[in-house]
């Protein structure tokens, strides 16, 4: 499972860089464009401005800090500066995102107006709002000067929009106790690297969307789906009135459509940057993995969801952090569990992929386990540094093999030349044995990736492995026919910005039949779009097509005073996942509305969430097929209301 989404343009995902330290680490086979920045502050993390998935390098020189009146910000000058551009009245985006080192600990980035074309703002932070700019990120509060968001080890804040004149921002980053501030000014010229797109392609023949959930919680998001039988089941999270955070855990009849769910508690301080929840379902089988909270756990049902008997803890310590967790079921029941973290070495934060199996002790009469020992956590990758996970994926072939598509990135600090670089690798593990073979499949630099993804065709020697992943340039597409010793690698979506692959992969009859799910930038949002083959073969080119779609809605009535501005609805940050059921393809996604003056008026209020279920008695109820599939979730949901800002929608695609 897995997908996510960055706003791309105006999202930077989970992989950063611009890492203000020099660990002394490098890396075989990456590329070694640098850039230079006068000066580099020793910040303890990473902070960096992206367009798409390109890192914006900072000017050479600062002309912002004499030149405005930052006293009344309560600001002495800026330590970067950067110097954008963009025509007038045209799309625009960009985004910040910092890190801390370890990945973990607060991090806060406050968003400042410093001038509106040759005036000093007045007021407060409503004036971004006015001036065309609007910021996206979970949880901003507003500070009167300043809206600020916050996260635990990361965070990120997405700006898009279109202004008539000249616009200046501040951000001040706080990593743990140290502060950076970046001063960033949007000039009226000419087209550059933060302009949006405005593709426009066809909408996919064959696919159905229903409406299944909503919230007025800006906690709401980062969904993942399962398939098992005829039920489709959801987790995401979203916050209750008191703005606690929720994991809402969601099944959906194939047959009915009807939605019933559930609540589970979340003790992480994330407030929803990191993708730390995932699902995979078989059968009666569903485990659902979280980690964020010093702990990595999978929570385990037999009775597709009906109670969760097994709350198994499959690593935990004095560790700096854990993040990302992914989760995958084999045909033998086998649950795979993979994560990143970062380990203390002599004091020194190092980042590690760590796998964790669960097997089934025993079947019942029914074909479900009856119960899972679990595995010690095995290494896959040790990177020996203070780096940066991207989400991974991991799927097991029919035959028992286990394929992780995974990535991360470490950026090295020598004097004042900084050097980042991102790398795609794919461990293979063959049925049978222990050991697993590893190989980089691309890497690049200045580049501020998200994810790949991985889909297997056969097994054994001659298994097919496709592996998708991003380059500034867009996405990529690998293939190895040798079971991952080997890939070629070549362009799918020549589209800077495109970012977010899923691959999907499965015979039909004799052809083989591929979906690539991406997502891409479209004037101020994001949309969902596919490359399908209906045939794969790697000279054969797709056809594209869009399954969602960035709009203009009706907005709210603005403070007095200030001019009126649209509601945008997009495909939300890591806001869609998707899964096969048999040759049909079940996509969950997150769309958000996007009111310009929402976060001034103090942002989403709290959705009411029910409380958390109580484990279920140890009662076990479900090799494959198993004969009888059980109710799973039965608690009543409230039904989807349109005018709510969070919208959760069902496509299956044919």
């Given at each position: 499972?897995h997908?996510?989404l960055?706003f791309p ?6 992989f950063?860089?611009?890492c203000?330290q020099n660990?002394g680490?490098?890396l075989s086979?990456?590329n070694?464009?640098?850039?230079t920045q006068?000066?580099i ?13 390109t890192?914006?390098?900072p ?6 800090t ?9 600001l002495?000058?800026?330590?970067r500066?950067?110097?954008l551009?963009?025509p007038a009245?045209?799309d ?7 890190r ?8 806060n980035?406050s968003?400042a107006h410093v001038?509106?074309?040759?005036a000093?703002p007045?007021?407060?932070?409503e004036?971004?709002?006015a001036s ?5 990120s ?10 600020q968001?916050?996260g635990d080890g ?14 200046v921002l501040a ?6 106790s ?12 000419g087209?550059?690297i933060i ?9 996919r023949p ?9 919230s ?5 998001g980062?969904?993942s789906?399962?398939?098992?039988g ?9 916050g209750?009135?008191?703005y ?7 099944q959906v009849s ?20 990191w993708?730390?929840q ?8 569903i485990?659902i993995?979280f ?8 929570d385990?049902s037999?009775d597709?969801g009906?109670s ?5 803890v ?7 952090s ?13 649950i795979g569990?993979?994560f990143?973290r970062t380990v203390?070495v002599?004091?020194?934060?190092s980042g590690?992929?760590?796998?964790v199996e669960?097997?089934p002790?025993a ?11 679990w595995?010690w956590p095995t ?6 540094a203070?780096?940066?996970?991207i ?16 990535g991360y ?8 030349t ?5 790398n795609?690798?794919c461990a ?6 222990s050991a697993f073979s590893?190989?980089?499949?691309d890497?690049?630099t ?5 994810d790949?993804?991985v889909?297997v065709i ?8 496709l592996?998708?992943?991003?380059r ?8 190895s ?16 910005g495109a970012a ?6 499965r015979?039909q009859?004799t052809q083989?039949?591929?979906d690539?799910?991406f997502v891409t ?7 969902l779009?596919?490359m399908?083959w209906?045939?794969?073969s790697p000279g ?11 709009r ?5 009535t ?7 501005y649209?509601?945008?609805?997009s ?12 040759d ?7 769309e958000?509305?996007?009111?310009p003056?929402e976060?001034y008026?103090?942002?989403?209020v709290?959705?009411?969430?029910p409380?958390p279920a ?9 090799t494959?097929?198993?004969t009888?599939?059980?109710p799973?979730?039965?608690?009543a949901v409230?039904?989807?209301d ?6 959760l929608?069902l496509?299956?695609?044919?």
């Amino acid at each position: 499972m897995h997908r996510l989404l960055v706003f791309p343009l105006l999202a930077v995902p989970f992989f950063l860089i611009g890492c203000l330290q020099n660990d002394g680490y490098s890396l075989s086979g990456g590329n070694s464009n640098n850039y230079t920045q006068n000066p580099i502050t020793p910040v303890p993390g990473e902070i960096s401005l992206a367009a798409g998935l390109t890192e914006i390098s900072p000017s050479p020189s600062d002309s912002l800090t004499g030149a405005f009146n930052l006293s009344r910000l309560g600001l002495t000058g800026f330590s970067r500066t950067y110097e954008l551009t963009t025509p007038a009245n045209t799309d625009f985006a960009f985004s910040i995102v910092a890190r801390s080192r370890g990945n973990s600990g607060t991090v806060n980035i406050s968003t400042a107006h410093v001038a509106d074309g040759a005036a000093t703002p007045s007021g407060g932070v409503e004036s971004i709002a006015a001036s065309g700019i609007s910021l996206q990120s979970p949880a901003l509060t507003n500070l009167g000067n300043f809206v600020q968001a916050t996260g635990d080890g990361f965070a990120r804040v997405g700006l898009s929009g279109r202004i008539a004149q000249t616009q200046v921002l501040a951000f001040k980053v706080s990593l743990n106790s140290t502060t950076e501030t970046l001063g960033v000014r949007v000039r009226i010229a000419g087209l550059s690297i933060i302009n949006t797109g405005n593709t426009i392609q066809n909408a996919r023949p064959g696919m159905t969307s229903s409406d299944i959930f909503s919230s007025e919680s800006y906690l709401f998001g980062l969904p993942s789906i399962a398939v098992s039988g005829d039920r489709y089941t959801l987790v995401t999270y979203d916050g209750d009135a008191n703005y606690n955070r929720r994991r809402q855990w969601l099944q959906v009849s194939a047959s009915s459509g009807a939605v019933t769910g559930d609540a589970g508690d979340c003790p992480a301080l994330d407030t929803g940057f990191w993708r730390d929840q995932e699902i995979a379902a078989l059968g009666n089988v569903i485990a659902i993995a979280f980690t964020g909270d010093g702990q990595v756990r999978v929570d385990v049902s037999l009775d597709r969801g009906a109670s969760f008997p097994i709350l198994a803890v499959l690593d935990s310590g004095t560790g700096w952090s854990w993040r990302l967790v992914q989760a995958a079921i084999s045909s033998d029941y086998t649950i795979g569990c993979l994560f990143w973290r970062t380990v203390d070495v002599n004091g020194q934060p190092s980042g590690q992929w760590v796998l964790v199996e669960g097997t089934p002790t025993a079947f019942d009469t029914n074909n479900t386990p009856t119960g899972y020992a679990w595995s010690w956590p095995t290494v896959v990758r040790n990177t020996g540094a203070d780096t940066t996970p991207i989400v991974s994926h991991l799927q097991y072939s029919t035959g028992g093999d286990l394929v992780i598509g995974y990535g991360y990135t470490h950026s090295v600090v020598n004097g004042t030349t900084r050097t980042n670089t991102a790398n795609f690798r794919c461990a293979v593990r063959r049925f049978g044995q222990s050991a697993f073979s590893d190989v980089l499949v691309d890497s690049e630099t200045n580049i501020v990736p998200t994810d790949p993804h991985v889909a297997v065709i056969g097994s054994g020697v001659n298994m097919m492995i496709l592996y998708a992943y991003e380059r500034t340039g867009g996405i990529y597409l690998g293939v190895s026919n040798n079971a991952g010793a080997s890939f070629t690698t070549s362009p799918i979506v020549a589209e800077a910005g495109a970012a977010t692959p899923s691959l999907f992969a499965r015979m039909q009859g004799t052809q083989l039949r591929v979906d690539l799910l991406f997502v891409t930038p479209v004037s101020a949002g994001l949309e969902l779009h596919d490359m399908l083959w209906t045939d794969f073969s790697p000279g054969n080119y797709p056809t594209r097509y869009r399954l969602t779609q960035v709009r203009n809605v009706q907005g709210a009535t603005p403070p007095p005073g200030l001019p009126y501005y649209d509601a945008t609805v997009s495909l939300a940050y890591f806001g869609y996942d998707a899964e096969l059921k048999g040759d049909d393809l079940a996509v969950v996604v997150h769309e958000v509305k996007y009111q310009p003056y929402e976060i001034y008026w103090g942002g989403f209020v709290g959705a009411p969430v029910p409380p958390p279920a109580a484990p279920g008695a140890p009662v076990f109820f479900s090799t494959p097929p198993p004969t009888v599939l059980l109710p799973g979730l039965t608690g009543a949901v409230a039904a989807p209301d349109a005018n709510h800002a969070q919208q959760l929608k069902l496509l299956i695609i044919d």
